[in-house]
């Protein structure tokens, strides 16, 4: 009989008997599984595990590689696993969304993800992402609170990854075989306690790791724990007590540092732009232009700083490619007198020529072509946006060194003039900015210290403020700023870190209102956003899809399914329901 570490059996005291399975009414045999005295499949499973909270029997019938799940003697969902031998199953639920997901792991260094419920249990899987995971891989666990994945790699590392599908697909090593570590013997099952206390089962010996579930490790390193077990197969643990190989003996009482990750509200995309053709940092920063007489079809103008300029309609279908060169920011303003007529412009920064790129924008139509360029110092430039005064229009353009240059464009003969208008600098590298036209200021992220407030009027002294520091709330990198021109205007920030977006009000003194991520829309089969870079906001109602206006943002890992870079559109009548305003 294969061990089975049940995580019902490592609850505590009164929380063990509140749970649906208890490990003596589990039977499994080659002649099946079973649970309080009830057949729930014939023949061979393996693997068995159970949910974090103990209310989910997971299982495979080796007769016919169907995944099972149950909730007591109910099967809730059924899958056939057709691509791989599954050497461990786990489930973890987001508590970001409360979805339920399930990780079907293989011995041979692959996996996948499964969405299986939202609000109710799907009828066949949605199959989200493929894992990278070490080469014959034994056991998983989760912990919903910390937002863990534990992965065993059979007698040589025990390692811990991202659980939630936005998050960084990173790992951080927890134990290891000697010299690196003192793991010992193959990992035959894993499991957490409810209060955070990783457990393994290895061939000689049970582990505990009570700092597991933190973020990053203890200076002093992961703490662990050995109680020997000579020879034992199955693994029993209920309460506080072990049994090892018929030897019950107390858990010690350990101090658990348990965390837990901040739950941070959500909102979904409802449509998104067709993705960049290749894997990989391609699609940087999007801007709006909104269609006056018909909003329903305005257009999202989007960079591939590999290359090109695109344009999407709001259906996230690709109009244009401007194959102009890397461009990397970009903004629109609209109603500009050129050679005689009226058109709308937009600006992006050209990271091959260092220069402001100048296209116009057809008012009735939408269509983008090329006008020119505007020359700049700079030797690295990055950071755009435009601004729009009485009779005028400009742009701010940045250098990663910090320097910020004013430009004033103006109609010469049909073409586009610039013209060197302001010239000040911020100590480290910038990126992201927006400008309020209506109350003459110009907002800047410093990318690792924060947000910056300035006067917008050239003619004025360039001293900032810093409105809104790097800390617990707006995570490093300041990527895109945006402005909702609403009653009471609102600047959204996207704070990369960690893959958030934090709101506060565009007037002074520009309090905090609240933050929020764009999480999965399982319905619509559109997945979150993550590593967001360029943002940009409209107030104004584009059909009855966006009443309120529409959030455009970067998504840099766009993974259902696992693509390339696109742009995610979301009503921002959800974010002013979430921030309650």
Same mark, same amino acid.
């Given at each position: 009989?294969?061990?089975?570490?049940?995580?019902?059996?490592?609850?505590?005291?009164?929380?063990?008997?509140?749970?649906?399975?208890?490990?003596?009414?589990?039977?499994?045999?080659?002649?099946?599984?079973?649970?309080?005295?009830?057949?729930?499949?014939?023949?061979?499973?393996?693997?068995?595990?159970?949910?974090?909270?103990?209310?989910?029997?997971?299982?495979?019938?080796?007769?016919?590689?169907?995944?099972?799940?149950?909730?007591?003697?109910?099967?809730?969902?059924?899958?056939?696993?057709?691509?791989?031998?599954?050497?461990?199953?786990?489930?973890?639920?987001?508590?970001?969304?409360?979805?339920?997901?399930?990780?079907?792991?293989?011995?041979?260094?692959?996996?996948?993800?499964?969405?299986?419920?939202?609000?109710?249990?799907?009828?066949?899987?949605?199959?989200?992402?493929?894992?990278?995971?070490?080469?014959?891989?034994?056991?998983?666990?989760?912990?919903?609170?910390?937002?863990?994945?534990?992965?065993?790699?059979?007698?040589?590392?025990?390692?811990?990854?991202?659980?939630?599908?936005?998050?960084?697909?990173?790992?951080?090593?927890?134990?290891?075989?000697?010299?690196?570590?003192?793991?010992?013997?193959?990992?035959?099952?894993?499991?957490?306690?409810?209060?955070?206390?990783?457990?393994?089962?290895?061939?000689?010996?049970?582990?505990?790791?009570?700092?597991?579930?933190?973020?990053?490790?203890?200076?002093?390193?992961?703490?662990?724990?050995?109680?020997?077990?000579?020879?034992?197969?199955?693994?029993?643990?209920?309460?506080?007590?072990?049994?090892?190989?018929?030897?019950?003996?107390?858990?010690?009482?350990?101090?658990?540092?348990?965390?837990?990750?901040?739950?941070?509200?959500?909102?979904?995309?409802?449509?998104?732009?067709?993705?960049?053709?290749?894997?990989?940092?391609?699609?940087?920063?999007?801007?709006?232009?909104?269609?006056?007489?018909?909003?329903?079809?305005?257009?999202?103008?989007?960079?591939?700083?590999?290359?090109?300029?695109?344009?999407?309609?709001?259906?996230?279908?690709?109009?244009?490619?401007?194959?102009?060169?890397?461009?990397?920011?970009? /903004?629109? #303003?609209?109603? @500009?007198? *050129? $050679?005689?007529?009226? =058109?709308? %412009?937009?600006?992006?920064?050209?990271? &091959?020529?260092?220069?402001?790129?100048?296209?116009?924008?057809?008012?009735?139509?939408?269509?983008?072509?090329?006008?020119?360029?505007?020359?700049?110092?700079?030797?690295?430039?990055?950071?755009?946006?435009?601004?729009?005064?009485?009779?005028?229009?400009?742009?701010?353009?940045?250098?990663?060194?910090?320097?910020?240059?004013?430009?004033?464009?103006?109609?010469?003969?049909?073409?586009?003039?610039?013209?060197?208008?302001?010239?000040?600098?911020?100590?480290?590298?910038?990126?992201?900015?927006?400008?309020? /036209?209506? #109350?003459?200021? @110009?907002? *800047? $992220?410093?990318?690792? =210290?924060? %947000?910056?407030?300035?006067?917008?009027? &050239?003619?004025?002294?360039?001293?900032?403020?810093?409105?809104?520091?790097?800390?617990?709330?707006?995570?490093?990198?300041?990527?895109?700023?945006?402005?909702?021109?609403?009653?009471?205007?609102?600047?959204?920030?996207?704070?990369?870190?960690?893959?958030?977006?934090?709101?506060?009000?565009?007037?002074?003194?520009?309090?905090?209102?609240?933050?929020?991520?764009?999480?999965?829309?399982?319905?619509?089969?559109?997945?979150?956003?993550?590593?967001?870079?360029?943002?940009?906001?409209?107030?104004?109602?584009?059909?009855?899809?966006?009443?309120?206006? *529409?959030?455009?943002?970067?998504?840099?890992?766009?993974?259902?399914?696992?693509?390339?870079?696109?742009?995610?559109?979301?009503?921002?009548?959800?974010?002013?329901?979430?921030?309650?305003?």
């Amino acid at each position: 009989m294969k061990a089975l570490l049940t995580l019902t059996l490592l609850a505590q005291g009164a929380l063990a008997s509140q749970l649906p399975y208890q490990g003596s009414e589990l039977d499994i045999s080659q002649q099946g599984l079973s649970w309080q005295g009830k057949t729930l499949v014939k023949g061979a499973v393996d693997p068995v595990n159970l949910s974090q909270d103990g209310a989910l029997l997971m299982a495979v019938d080796k007769a016919d590689q169907q995944l099972r799940l149950w909730q007591g003697a109910k099967e809730v969902f059924s899958a056939p696993v057709t691509d791989r031998v599954v050497e461990a199953v786990c489930s973890y639920q987001s508590p970001r969304d409360g979805s339920l997901h399930l990780f079907i792991l293989d011995d041979r260094g692959s996996g996948e993800e499964w969405l299986v419920k939202t609000s109710h249990w799907l009828k066949a899987p949605k199959r989200l992402r493929t894992l990278n995971i070490p080469y014959k891989s034994t056991a998983c666990a989760t912990d919903s609170a910390s937002e863990s994945l534990f992965i065993s790699e059979d007698d040589q590392a025990l390692w811990r990854y991202s659980a939630e599908l936005e998050a960084e697909p990173k790992r951080q090593l927890l134990d290891a075989a000697a010299p690196f570590g003192a793991l010992s013997g193959e990992t035959k099952a894993l499991a957490v306690r409810p209060d955070g206390l990783l457990v393994r089962l290895g061939t000689h010996s049970l582990d505990l790791y009570p700092n597991a579930t933190r973020p990053k490790a203890p200076e002093q390193g992961t703490q662990r724990l050995t109680l020997s077990k000579p020879g034992a197969e199955l693994l029993a643990v209920n309460g506080d007590s072990a049994n090892l190989g018929g030897t019950v003996q107390a858990l010690p009482k350990l101090a658990v540092s348990h965390y837990q990750a901040p739950v941070i509200a959500e909102v979904q995309a409802i449509s998104q732009t067709l993705p960049a053709d290749r894997i990989g940092d391609a699609m940087d920063d999007p801007a709006i232009w909104v269609n006056h007489q018909h909003p329903e079809q305005s257009r999202v103008l989007g960079t591939d700083k590999r290359g090109a300029l695109e344009v999407y309609d709001l259906n996230g279908k690709r109009l244009q490619r401007l194959a102009v060169g890397r461009v990397n920011n970009v /903004d629109v #303003r609209q109603g @500009f007198r *050129l $050679g005689g007529k009226t =058109v709308d %412009i937009a600006t992006a920064s050209h990271r &091959d020529h260092n220069a402001i790129s100048v296209f116009a924008i057809a008012p009735d139509s939408g269509d983008v072509s090329l006008l020119g360029e505007v020359p700049t110092p700079l030797k690295d430039i990055y950071g755009l946006c435009m601004y729009q005064p009485q009779g005028q229009l400009q742009v701010f353009v940045n250098d990663k060194n910090g320097r910020v240059l004013q430009y004033r464009l103006d109609d010469n003969q049909g073409a586009i003039k610039g013209t060197l208008v302001r010239d000040f600098r911020v100590n480290t590298q910038p990126e992201g900015c927006v400008a309020d /036209d209506k #109350r003459g200021r @110009f907002f *800047l $992220g410093e990318e690792d =210290v924060g %947000i910056w407030a300035f006067n917008a009027d &050239d003619t004025q002294a360039p001293a900032g403020t810093l409105i809104a520091k790097v800390g617990p709330m707006l995570h490093a990198d300041v990527e895109g700023l945006a402005l909702w021109q609403g009653q009471r205007p609102i600047l959204v920030a996207s704070s990369q870190g960690n893959d958030s977006y934090v709101a506060y009000s565009a007037l002074p003194p520009y309090q905090l209102l609240g933050r929020f991520r764009i999480g999965l829309n399982s319905e619509a089969g559109i997945d979150g956003t993550s590593e967001t870079d360029g943002i940009d906001i409209t107030s104004l109602a584009l059909g009855k899809a966006y009443p309120q206006g *529409l959030l455009a943002v970067q998504d840099g890992r766009k993974r259902l399914p696992e693509q390339g870079q696109n742009f995610k559109l979301v009503p921002f009548d959800a974010v002013l329901k979430l921030l309650q305003q």
